[in-house]
């Protein structure tokens, strides 16, 4: 089993670190605030509970 490739990202809301998976080693990142209708995106929540999305470029 291969072990997914971790990412860090800022919370927009409050600026904590969180870790994302990122499906390849070059992906660009994007985080957004929103939901968006389209792409591949994760779903990601802070430790402090804020609820916001990174979407793979
Ligand atoms: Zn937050």
């Not at 994007?30 to 389209?38: G, M, Q």
Request: glycine share 6%.
């Amino acid at each position: 089993m291969q072990t997914p490739k971790m990412r860090e990202v800022t919370c927009p809301e409050c600026g904590e670190i969180s870790n994302v998976p990122v499906p390849e080693a070059d992906v660009k990142l994007k985080v957004s605030p929103y939901r968006r209708a389209f792409g591949d995106y994760t779903e990601i929540e802070c430790l402090d509970g804020h609820i916001f999305w990174v979407y793979y470029c």
